[in-house]
């Protein structure tokens, strides 16, 4: 039976989520569970990326599922941003997936099999917040999501991890009920469709001085964009096992946020009526202060996890700050970020929770003189903190090029300033922990000189299955800086509008 | 036979209930009395389904009791808005005696299961007679006739906790000075215009001029109304009565009885009175208004800081009718949608979190939230009832909760009521902070008593609590059914005026109901 787009695009809702039923079914043997996470996360990279290739080639796959309510559909369709999402999430998920298994049994964690299940259904929601069709199906998954990973953060149930997954619930349910919710029956009161139309379906539609207060609710509904004032729910949810902050927050879940503000900028408004009314430079101010502040909270964070948490919070801002400069380059250097800061992230992500795993260390302080016991952990570290920075040859330098286009073109000379000086503080927070590292001794090694003995006895690394992950990620962060060339060949439709995409496809991003 | 049967349905549809109301108390026992109250609900809720179907077209059925023609005989009338309502009213009822075997075998002594069950059914046959009449006159009878049954059903949780006594007679106090200010506010209608039929009553009253006597009357049965809908700040018999009745009553009560009492101030307000009426415009604007929007804050912030759950459920549904009464002070098509879907959607909800709660009270004990540590494990069915449940309530997306909120905010948005669009969406996380302090002292906290074991419910408790949470959720999901039928019932209230004037009555000896379509002439 050939593969149509409608089952398609079904399965990748249906996978994880039939993934998540057998894992719950397996709870008595742990081995088998296990096996079918990673065949399931296996199976649905698979379908997203003929997905991929389909999509490359030009077509549209949709699916209609039912209407909720009348003018209100269940519907999905894909284009090349969502495309990209999806893809990235669930590549991504397979590495999580086993590095999940070497981590949860290395710790010894409870509850694994609920843990597995509400991954699981996350990648199910990530999957539907990909190819909704409309805003309505957009949010639904995006709540989905919010409370399917409301365990995972809560997944010690001691008082630390209540306090922060209940950050984590009020802040994301409060921002989203309390504005985007708004937002999205305003947009509905006002144009009678939410349906992700290129070129944006409010022109004409909304007073032109309201578009800067439609565009607050959606940018602070989407509390998951972690833009400041809203962004206390990601450090908080720092509380999870690592596998979750790797893949969840600091690929699915912040990327979803991200993912949103891009769908609203470019199919809601559209980024010719942004630029029009200038609805979003308030944003773009705003975005750019929750770049840099976030850097300089992240420089004084000792706990590794925070520091990556802030990290995430100021990376996240230069998406939505690609959005607010509302131009085409913005929104390809915005979309580019996506991968690009998904791979950098998830490796410093996994790094950190194989130190964790080897030694039960959290904070940066403790980490001297790791590297030379973890050689494997902290090369990985290394280039993903390269790619973070946004230095060649690894993926991160090409999305960074393209914002920095971006204001040059758009004539915002500051913005310029702001992406220069927030990659040195890149280089101030997350070079110091690998120099730290390499150079400086470790004082447990001092206090026993015998332990001096050859490289190979020193070693003394995590778990395979929680170092080889990273090392995959970081050779993908490599690989990247190379294939950046495909994805901006996907995603040149969405930055430069559907007609146009074939006459600037030459130009090549090199 | 059956032709001849089925004429007579809108009858039927209370007579069932009142015969079968004696014979449970006749034969004495509790195990004939269960199964004459099933067949009875069961068939309220055949009727109702056939009736529904019968008018969602828009059509009209005028039953004229006894022959007698309106306006003085009285005429049962069912338009696609009440035979919704009574959907709502005999599917809560046909679950009833599912679940409350089980339950109130601990809460109330074997010698009186079968009082319990007639007092149900009387219960149930003032409910669906309030719905179902067309005579202003006989909603006044059938209140009470539902309100005295309501008032002995909540003093039975005697048993269990002796305060159910007080909080019965609280209610019973609060609850007829309700019913004097609604019949009072009658009384002055049928001196103004000399008919007590409804639709006459209409007709009558858009002749008067502006007259501070249908001021008056307009005033008491708002009043008296709002007593019984346990309008905020006329609510204070709601939470005592909830908490200490005995658990099926509760789940009944709450999805049944204040909806009902919803029903006929809608009916009041448009079908009676309308909004060509200034006085009626003017009060929803400056007084329901305000208040609406006051529930919903003030009963939402109580309501976390209950201990007890019951009661905490309670300060909710005041909450909620907060929402419902909103709708309508947006006088507008959409806005009363909202409340006839929030009057379904909230009657689903609140029956299955009440069920749920049941369920936990009758394995625990005690309805208080400390004691329900760790439920969630102990359990995993019932509290994942009142998790999904919760969510509902909360309004979160696939949830019917979800319909309601998109429905408020919409119909507000129309209005250009900025305000209280904010204001529903900052209340309804208010219910996040309620809802959520359960489900972390079910899912996160150690049990209270961990060598104790505590069985999952019984199923038939169970099976009827998930056919109600599975039904908020299958609302959400699919919700034109419920759209339909209250976009349906809007229609027909705010045309009511126009619509009643056409239908054509012929004599109607042969007691045969005339079912006329929907805009013909």
């Known amino acids: ?510 | 036979m059956l032709e001849q049967l089925t004429h007579h349905l809108p009858a039927l549809q209370t007579v069932i209930p009142l015969i079968a109301a004696p014979l449970c108390m006749l034969f004495g026992s509790r195990h004939i009395a269960w199964t004459i109250t099933l067949i009875a609900s069961l068939a309220t809720f055949v009727i109702s389904c056939v009736l529904l179907a019968q008018v969602i077209d828009g059509s009209v059925i005028s039953y004229h009791l006894g022959g007698w023609e309106p306006p003085l005989g009285i005429e049962y009338r069912i338009d696609a808005f009440n035979a919704f309502v009574l959907l709502i009213v005999s599917g809560i009822g046909a679950l009833i005696p599912f679940y409350a075997p089980a339950s109130i075998k601990s809460e109330i002594p074997k010698s009186l299961h079968s009082y319990f069950y007639t007092a149900y059914l009387l219960c149930l046959t003032g409910l669906l007679g309030v719905t179902v009449t067309g005579d202003a006159f006989n909603v006044f009878v059938f209140l009470e006739v539902s309100s005295l049954s309501t008032y002995a059903l909540v003093a039975m949780g005697a048993k269990k906790d002796p305060r159910a006594l007080t909080s019965a007679f609280n209610y019973l106090v609060m609850g007829t000075i309700g019913a004097t200010f609604f019949v009072l506010g009658l009384g002055l209608l049928y001196i103004l215009t000399g008919t007590l039929n409804m639709v006459d009553l209409a007709d009558k009253i858009l002749l008067l001029e502006d007259n501070r006597t249908l001021n008056v009357a307009f005033a008491f049965i708002l009043v008296g109304l709002g007593l019984k809908i346990a309008m905020f700040p006329m609510h204070l018999w709601l939470p005592n009565a909830y908490a200490y009745a005995p658990s099926a009553v509760t789940a009944f009560l709450a999805a049944t009885a204040t909806k009902v009492a919803i029903y006929t101030l809608l009916r009041f307000l448009f079908t009676v009175f309308s909004f060509d009426y200034p006085f009626e415009v003017q009060t929803l604007e400056w007084v329901v208004l305000p208040l609406a929007i006051m529930a919903m804050f003030a009963a939402s912030i109580v309501a976390i800081f209950q201990t007890n759950l019951k009661r905490l459920l309670a300060y909710s549904s005041i909450a909620q009718v907060g929402y419902m009464l909103l709708g309508v002070t947006f006088l507008s098509k959409t806005g009363v949608t909202a409340t006839i879907i929030h009057l379904f959607n909230h009657a689903v909800t609140k029956g299955g979190l009440f069920m749920a709660v049941g369920a936990l009270v009758l394995r625990y004990g005690s309805p208080n939230i400390e004691d329900l540590r760790g439920a969630g494990r102990q359990m995993p069915w019932t509290m994942a009832a009142f998790v999904a449940g919760g969510l509902s309530l909360i309004g979160v997306p696939l949830t019917a909760g979800f319909i309601s909120k998109w429905y408020l905010i919409s119909a507000a948005f129309e209005a250009n009521h900025w305000v209280p669009a904010i204001l529903i969406v900052a209340s309804s996380l208010l219910a996040v902070i309620y809802v959520w302090r359960v489900v972390e002292a079910a899912y996160l906290q150690e049990p209270a008593n961990p060598t104790r074991q505590i069985k999952e419910a019984p199923p038939m408790m169970l099976i009827s609590t998930w056919v109600l949470i599975g039904a908020s959720f299958y609302f959400g999901i699919d919700a034109s059914f419920t759209t339909h039928a209250a976009s349906a019932g809007a229609d027909m209230l705010l045309g009511s005026v126009d619509n009643s004037a056409h239908i054509i009555l012929e004599p109607s000896h042969s007691l045969i109901p005339h079912v006329t379509p929907h805009g013909q002439e």
Request: hydrophobic residues 55%.
């Open chain 1, 1 to 510: 039976m050939p593969l149509t787009h409608e089952t398609a695009i079904a399965l990748a809702l249906i996978i994880p989520f039939a993934g998540m039923i057998l894992i719950g079914l397996s709870d008595r043997n742990s081995i088998v569970r296990d096996i079918i996470s990673v065949l399931t996360s296996l199976l649905l990279f698979s379908v997203t990326f003929w997905l991929l290739r389909e999509v490359e080639a030009g077509a549209v796959p949709e699916l209609i599922l039912f209407d909720v309510m009348p003018g209100l559909s269940m519907a999905f369709k894909i284009e090349p941003l969502g495309m990209l999402f999806g893809v990235v999430a669930s590549g991504l998920w397979i590495v999580t997936a086993l590095y999940a298994i070497g981590y949860m049994r290395g710790n010894k964690e409870a509850h694994q099999t609920r843990f597995y299940m509400c991954f699981a259904l996350a990648i199910s929601a990530s999957m539907g917040i990909a190819f909704a069709s409309n805003m309505f199906t957009l949010f639904i998954f995006y709540e989905v999501l919010t409370l399917s990973t409301y365990p995972l953060v809560a997944h010690k149930q001691n008082a630390d991890a209540k306090k922060g997954a209940r950050t984590y619930l009020s802040i994301l349910i409060g921002t989203s009920i309390g504005f985007q919710l708004l937002a999205i029956i305003w947009t509905w009161v006002a144009t009678g469709t939410l349906d992700f139309v290129h070129g944006g379906i409010l022109s004409g539609h909304l007073d032109d001085s309201f578009a800067p207060v439609l565009l607050a609710l959606y940018a602070f509904g989407i509390g998951k964009a972690a833009l400041m004032p809203f962004h206390r729910w990601l450090p908080a949810a720092m509380v999870a096992p690592t596998p979750v902050s790797a893949l969840l927050h600091a690929v699915a879940v912040v990327k979803a946020g991200v993912f949103t503000m891009l769908k609203v900028g470019v199919y809601i408004f559209g980024i010719d009526y942004l630029s029009l009314t200038g609805a979003s430079d308030w944003l773009m101010w705003l975005a750019a202060a929750s770049i840099l502040i976030a850097s300089i909270v992240a420089m004084t964070k000792d706990n590794l996890k925070a520091r990556l948490a802030y990290s995430t919070v100021s990376q996240l801002s230069y998406i939505t700050l690609a959005m607010a400069l509302a131009s085409s380059l913005g929104v390809m250097g915005g979309a580019m970020h996506i991968p690009m800061h998904a791979m950098g992230k998830i490796t410093l992500f996994m790094c950190a929770g194989a130190i964790y795993v080897a030694t039960h260390k959290t904070n940066i302080s403790q980490m001297r003189g790791l590297g030379r016991t973890m050689p494997f952990t902290y090369a990985a570290f290394l280039i993903g903190s390269l790619s973070i920075i946004g230095l060649p040859p690894f993926g991160g330098a090409w999305s960074k090029w393209y914002i920095l286009l971006a204001a040059a073109d758009t004539g915002q000379l500051i913005m310029i300033g702001v992406l220069m000086v927030s990659s040195l503080l890149n280089v101030a927070y997350l070079l110091p922990v690998v120099a730290q590292g390499f150079f400086l001794p470790n004082p447990d090694d001092l206090s026993e000189p015998a332990a001096k003995g050859s490289i190979s006895t020193r070693i003394k690394e995590a778990p395979l299955l929680v170092v080889l992950p990273p090392c995959l990620t970081a050779i993908g962060c490599f690989l990247l800086f190379f294939y950046a060339q495909e994805i901006y060949n996907l995603l040149a439709p969405v930055a430069f509008g559907p007609e146009t995409a074939t006459a600037v496809l030459g130009g090549s991003p090199s």
